[in-house]
């Protein structure tokens, strides 16, 4: 794979970053998040608001740093390496919670949320690859 394809692919999956950051403002209201954590105790709510709000910042730090460090991420270097791995591995942990860890029972039912649901998969499963492709490319081994 050149390097041109793989400084494109961070670019978008960049973007991506960014636009996930920017719908998962939605997720509270969807997921009525107020209302369900207002049953808890006050520590246990703002640990909570405090999770998701770390979740977003790495999630759009992401993003950026695939927009602005592209050529940087791509380097060879031990850190573009280092990098590439943890995004990588941390969108693959994802996954696994996922499928393995999260009880959907209670999840919104219908079409569009299934059609969300495959879209956050297809976009996790998107990030794993190609920051994975990018450690291998750090590494010579593609």
Request: aromatic share 18%; glycine share 8%.
């Amino acid at each position: 794979m050149g390097i041109s394809i793989l400084n494109t692919l961070l670019f978008i999956c960049g973007i991506l970053h960014l636009a996930l950051g920017i719908g998962s403002t939605i997720i509270p209201k969807v997921l009525n998040w107020n209302s369900e954590l207002a049953k808890v105790k006050p520590l246990i709510r703002q640990m909570f608001w405090t999770y998701a709000a770390y979740i977003l910042v790495i999630n759009i730090c992401f993003g950026l740093i695939s927009i602005w460090g592209t050529e940087e991420l791509l380097n060879h270097s031990f850190l573009a390496s280092c990098i590439t791995l943890f995004i990588s591995v941390y969108w693959l942990t994802r996954i696994a919670i996922q499928f393995f860890y999260f009880d959907t029972t209670d999840a919104p039912k219908g079409l569009f949320f299934t059609l969300g649901e495959i879209a956050l998969v297809g976009l996790f499963i998107l990030f794993t690859g190609v920051y994975f492709l990018a450690f291998l490319y750090n590494n010579s081994w593609i």
